[in-house]
T-cell receptor, first 114, second 112 residues
Framework: SQKIEQNSEALNIQEGKTATLTCNYT??????LQWYRQDPGRGPVFLLL?????KEKRKERLKVTFDTTLKQSLFHITASQPADSATYLC?????????????FGSGTRLLVRP | DTEVTQTPKHLVMGMTNKKSLKCEQH?????MYWYKQKAKKPPELMFV???????INESVPSRFSPECPNSSLLNLHLHALQPEDSALYLC???????????FGEGSRLTVL
């Protein structure tokens, strides 16, 4: 069966450290993989998209890697800050004939302690 | 601030009521989506509209009826819902080929 799993339900780190979140998937062949941030009671906000032929993407303190052989993406936040505390969702972009759908992983709640 | 607007923000309804959730975007996006999200769970896709036509229905019960009157508006009509349908309903939009979804803040639905 198809699955998207994020390594841990919650991750607790000290301010200034690098947070690393993992997304693993099975029985999918996505063309793209995306990461979103969601704060409590709010809609998800897009962070980064990485294509199947890209190994790494960066945006400010964020870095995403995508290994289609391992079927895994890693999401890094460097120099983490308490304001980075949120739930982070990976999502697989499944292309179809005239549209596409985004299927979300279970999410990881990140808490950055001051 | 999000550019996808959802109304109402909160809705309480009985199992025999008929109500609608509304979503509006003015970014010129030609794809629109409904997701359902239960507490501490990820968003779950319900419907996708492309060019105002329903392109994906994820086997959603018929008590949920989507409608896309034009390229800026998306409705979700609700009828004879069950208490387990209580959730946050999220609308999103995107350009068809870029991938990034823009989400609204959601409508929190409670079914009594």
């Amino acid at each position: 069966s198809q699955k998207i799993e994020q390594n841990s339900e919650a991750l607790n780190i000290q301010e200034g450290k690098t947070a690393t979140l993992t997304c693993n998937y099975t029985n999918y062949s996505p063309a793209y993989l995306q990461w979103y941030r969601q704060d409590p009671g709010r809609g998800p906000v897009f962070l980064l998209l990485i294509r199947e032929n890209e190994k790494e993407k960066r945006k400010e303190r964020l870095k995403v890697t995508f290994d289609t052989t391992l079927k895994q993406s890693l999401f890094h936040i460097t120099a983490s800050q308490p304001a980075d505390s949120a739930t982070y969702l990976c999502a697989l972009d499944i292309r179809m004939d005239s549209s596409y759908k985004l299927i979300f992983g279970s999410g990881t709640r990140l808490l950055v302690r001051p | 601030d999000t550019e996808v607007t959802q109304t109402p923000k909160h809705l309480v309804m009985g199992m025999t009521n008929k109500k609608s959730l509304k979503c509006e975007q003015h970014m010129g996006h030609r794809a629109m989506y409904w997701y359902k999200q239960k507490a501490k769970k990820p968003p779950e896709l319900m419907f996708v509209y492309s060019y105002e036509k329903l392109s994906i229905n994820e086997s959603v019960p018929s008590r949920f009826s989507p409608e896309c009157p034009n390229s800026s508006l998306l409705n979700l009509h609700l009828h004879a819902l069950q208490p387990e349908d209580s959730a946050l309903y999220l609308c999103a939009s995107s350009q068809l080929n870029t991938g990034e979804l823009f989400f609204g803040e959601g409508s929190r639905l409670t079914v009594l």
